[in-house]
């Protein structure tokens, strides 16, 4: 797939570490420079971040903001959530700018090892990795009616589209 492509998303959230349970229905599209592994990843970020009632966006405009988040009531970004590898630099801006800043990627050693002797000062930030060959999983199993049963739990998500069953360990880096 080449974007831009528009997905209807359903969403059936059974969140068991938040206690929460709900049903979330939108459209919305991959964008031109936005990769599958992104897009899945920012849907997973969506789930995890919807057992609150406050408001939440997904981002699918500006780079720089986050690609999930949730608003409080005058409207300022409360908690951010960014797919991928962040540089330190930018950790840093996010760990001022928001309350809790959580980074949720693919597993990648190599990065999160150059960058755990620097979390230390950066108490707000919390990290988050799954499986690769999960979010590949994902990406092959995508079709344009995105109808997702996703089971959240202390340390795993599981995700059903109806026809395939996929699970992985969530690992909490920091």
Avoid at 86 to 112: A, C, M, N, P, R
Wanted: proline share 3%; net charge negative.
């Amino acid at each position: 797939m080449t974007g831009p492509f528009v997905f209807k998303v359903r969403l059936k959230i059974a969140d068991l570490f938040h206690q929460a349970n709900h049903l979330e229905t939108f459209t919305t599209a991959l964008q031109k420079a936005e990769t599958l592994e992104h897009f899945v990843l920012k849907l997973i970020g969506y789930c995890a971040l919807s057992y609150s009632d406050k408001v939440r966006w997904l981002n699918s405009r500006e780079k720089s903001s986050p690609d999930v988040w949730h608003e409080d009531d005058s409207g300022l970004i409360e908690n951010a959530l960014f797919i991928g590898p962040t540089e330190l630099g930018d950790i840093q801006k996010y760990g001022k700018l928001y309350s809790k800043t959580i980074i949720f990627l693919v597993h990648d050693d190599e990065w999160f090892n150059a960058l755990e002797p620097h979390l230390i000062a950066l108490p707000n930030i919390r990290i988050f990795s799954v499986n690769q060959t999960w979010v590949d999983d994902l990406v092959s199993a995508l079709t344009r009616s995105l109808h997702w049963d996703v089971v959240i739990e202390d340390g795993a998500i599981a995700i059903s589209n109806g026809t395939d069953y996929f699970q992985t360990e969530v690992q909490r880096l920091s």
